[in-house]
Every structure is written in C-alpha cells, then in structure tokens.
C-alpha cells in the first residue's frame, strides 16, 4: 500500500453535510424502484413494450461500472468535486427523462442517470468516512441504509401516485429541487483543502475496466433472459468482458497511477472485504428477486403485503447498522461481522423451510432477521477496510467494495435465475403455486449457500481491532 500523499483538512458543518448525503442516496436509491408502477404509464406514452426492462438494468449496470472510476479520480481531486459532479450527471438525466420522446431515448437517458449515480453513492460513504470518527461511522451508516429501506417502500408507492393522478414524467421532475437543494447544501458546509499536482490520469486502465465490466455484467445480467446461455451471445458477451478484465490488470501492474491499484488484492483484509461484499450482493439479489415472487405467486397475496414482507430486510439492516459500533468498539470487526454472519445464515436457512402453507409473517419476520445479520457484516467489514488506508486511498478502498457487491449481484443474477429455470416447467408462462414455491426454495438455498461463503470470508478476515480517532 502506498502512503497517503495528498494533504485534506476539513471545516465541515457535518450536520447539513450529513443530510445532503441522505438526500443523494435517497435520490439513487428511488429511482433504482420508482419506475417500476410507472412502466404501464410510460409503455402507453412511448411504446417499445419489449425494451422497457432495459429501464432498470440500464440504470443499474451505468452505476455499477462508473464506481471505480469516480473512486480514484475522488482520491485525485477531492471527494466534493465528484460528488457535485454525480450530482449535476443525475440532475441533467432526470430533466432528460422527463422529457423523452421515445423508449431508446428514455434508456439512454437513464443511463446518464446512472453515471450520477455512480458517483454518488460511493462518495456518500467516503465522504462519511471522512467527517466522521471510528466509533460514529456505524451509526452514520445505519443512517445511510435506512434510506435504502425507505426507497423500497416509498419508490413504489411514489411512481403509481405521479403515474395515477399526474404523469410518469414527474417521477424524474421531482428530482430537480431535491438535487438542487443537496448540491447547495454540501457546497455550502463542506470545505475540502486538497494538496493540487500533475497527475498521470491511467486512461487506458480505466477505458478497459469500464468495457470489460460492461460486458461482464452485461452477460450475467442477460443470459437466460435476453439471449440463451449456450448462444453466441451469452458466451461471447462475458468471455470477452473477462479477456478484457485480464488485460487491464496486466496494464495496472505498469501504470503510475493506477485506476484500481492491485495493492487492493493483495491486502487481506482489503481482500476478504471485497469478497464478503460480493457475498452481500448476491444475498440480497437474491431474496429482493424472489421472495415477492415466492409471497405473491405461493402464498396468494398482493404485490402491497409483498412488498411488506421484502421491506422488512431493509429495516432490519439500518437497526443492526447503528448499533454495530457499540460492538466493533468492543470486540473487534471481525468478531461483529462473525456475528452477523451467523444471524444471516440462520435467516436464510429458516427461508429454506418455507412451503404454501407458510404464512407472510413468518416470510417477514425471517427477512429481518437476514437484514439484521447483514447489517452487523457490511458496516464494519466496509469501516474496517476504511481505516486500514489514508484519505489519499479511502475513495479507492470504498470503490471497490460498492463494485464487489454490484459484482456480486450480478453473479446472483445469472446463478439463481438459471436455477429457478431449470425448476420451473418449461413451455409455459404460468406456473402453478407448487412450483413456484419449490423454484422459490431452490433458490433460497442457493442464497444460504452465498451465506455460507459470505460468513466463510469473514472468517479469513484479519483481527484488527478498532481504535477511535477524530474525524
């Protein structure tokens, strides 16, 4: 690891700073749900029925690939230019959006959304990590995730009232008071003093990152549904994103500033921080793509009480989020994340033993205790890898685990959807609630399986232990 070599101080309101940061990621994380009541609004409006799933993977795959690169150039220049940046991307794709005249238009659109909101979650996080001590990071991030928890709730709820009473097109228009409003407030109280030099910006590096997880991503989120795995496509689209992820790390190893330095990997903890982020990814894609499935097509219920039962794993997280610093303090990261790993596990086992005769409850209270367990893994393997670097390598560090989840959630993606189809009988559209409800298990046992793992990288985790410091 290199040693921090850019000079920051801080004059920060960190209050107004802290509810600008909210307001952002309560920006990214509605629009990641908000649109999905609209699309039979905004289908009637512009048509192209067939491409509007590119609405959300569009949205999600612009955001995931941009994260590394917004990290370092944050490590660079500063966390507040990037993050206004973020800011002013997402602000522009929304008035485009509301503005589309057509469905291509309106994907692209919510690709630059996208870009936005690469930027800023990650720097939501950095700048967090910055501001804030050792022992209020955790409360700080159960903050940040009940945001997440809200959105899942609200999106919805939010897109079919502006589809029903108004137009799809304010779902975008309301971003632009709310964007400008953060902006202000973090331009405001938020005073960076950033040491500026001649920098070697890695070009090629970052053009390769960026296309080769395009593609990668791209081909798991696909393959099964936009083309056949065995097709040309559904190998050649992520073969060629592995090829290229392969000749970027060989360009790493002789760039002088590194876009993704490979020192990442070869630091333990920063290492198994990344792969239990991956973990994480893959646990939520999973239950957050299933068991609406499983409540509404098994149980027989309604989209609001399946809604309910997923949402209660977003309120979980934050609680257990705020609350993992009273234990990291004591005990350590590793010991904290040990114990979430073990809440997570048992959660996801319990899903296992879901059947038709399962009452939603029982759905609701087991996701929360998962969203619990969660909460107790991510926070301090993330604040972990975040005190092990300076300033000069936070944005970087905190990068790459945002990117290994998406990763992860990718990979989720492609392995729980090829099993829930080679569960389900094939040549038909509608499915019997028996058969929904065994496709939903396998898959839930797919997701203790990534529990597992998750739990078993936690436990290579180094012992560090937590020591305060001011921010």
């Known amino acids: 690891m290199t040693q921090a070599s850019v000079d920051v101080g801080f004059r920060s309101e960190r209050g107004p700073v802290l509810i600008s940061l909210m307001l952002c990621v309560t920006l990214v994380a509605i629009d990641s749900t908000v ?40 490590d660079l220049y500063g966390r507040k230019p990037m993050m206004l940046l973020g800011i002013g991307l997402f602000l522009a794709g929304s008035i485009l959006c509301g503005c589309a005249w057509s469905m291509p238009a309106l994907i692209v659109f919510r690709a630059l959304q996208g870009l936005g909101a690469g930027a800023i979650q990650p720097m939501s996080l950095t700048i967090a990590g910055d501001i804030y001590s050792m022992a209020e990071r955790g409360k700080v ?22 589809s029903e009473y108004l137009t799809w097109r304010w779902i975008f228009f309301i971003n632009i008071p709310l964007c400008v409003l953060a902006a ?23 053009a390769l990152l960026t296309v080769g997880s395009t593609l990668l991503i791209l081909g798991l989120l696909q393959g099964g549904e936009g083309w056949p795995w065995l097709s040309l496509a559904g190998v050649g689209i992520p ?18 500033e590194p876009v993704l330095p490979l020192w990442v990997f070869r630091h333990r903890l920063l290492l198994t921080a990344g792969l239990v982020s991956l973990g994480v990814g893959a646990v939520l894609i999973g239950l957050t793509s299933y068991v609406p499935t499983f409540v509404q097509g098994s149980l027989g219920t309604g989209p609001l009480v399946a809604g309910f039962a997923l949402a209660t794993l977003t309120m979980g997280w934050p609680i257990s989020a705020s609350q993992s610093a009273k234990f990291y303090m004591r005990i350590g990261f590793r010991p904290t994340a040990l114990i979430g790993s073990a809440i997570a596990i048992l959660g996801t086992f319990l899903m296992t033993l879901l059947s038709t005769s399962s009452s939603v409850w029982s759905v609701a209270v087991f996701c929360f205790l998962i969203g619990a367990g969660m909460g107790l893994v991510a926070s301090p393997t993330l604040i972990a890898a975040q005190a092990t670097v300076g300033w000069s390598e936070r944005g970087v560090v905190t990068g790459n685990n945002l990117f290994s989840r998406s990763m992860g959630m ?15 009988p094939s040549g038909t559209d509608t499915h019997s609630a028996a058969d929904l409800a065994t496709a939903s298990n396998h898959v839930f046992i797919g997701v203790a399986v990534m529990a597992v793992l998750m739990g078993v990288a936690v436990a290579f985790m180094p012992a560090v232990r937590a020591t305060d410091s001011p921010a």
Not at 239 to 256: C, H, K, N, P, T
């Open 35 to 74: 649109i999905a009541t609209a699309v039979p609004s905004v289908v009637e409006d512009l048509g192209g029925f067939s491409q509007f799933p590119w609405l959300f993977s569009i949205y999600l795959l612009a955001q995931a690939v941009s994260v590394p690169i917004y990290a370092k150039l944050a």
């Open 141 to 162: 991030q159960g903050y940040m995730a009940s945001v997440w928890g809200m959105s899942a709730v609200v999106g919805p709820a939010l897109g079919g009232v502006f």
């Open 184 to 206: 202000t407030m973090l331009i405001r109280n938020l005073h960076e003093q950033v040491e500026h030099k001649k920098h070697q910006l890695d070009y090629v590096g970052a």
């Open 239 to 256: 073969s060629a994103g592995a090829l290229l992820i392969a000749v970027f790390i060989q360009v790493e190893r002789r760039a002088a």
């Open 410 to 424: 990718a990979v989720g993606v492609a392995v729980f959807g090829a099993i829930a189809n080679s569960t389900l």
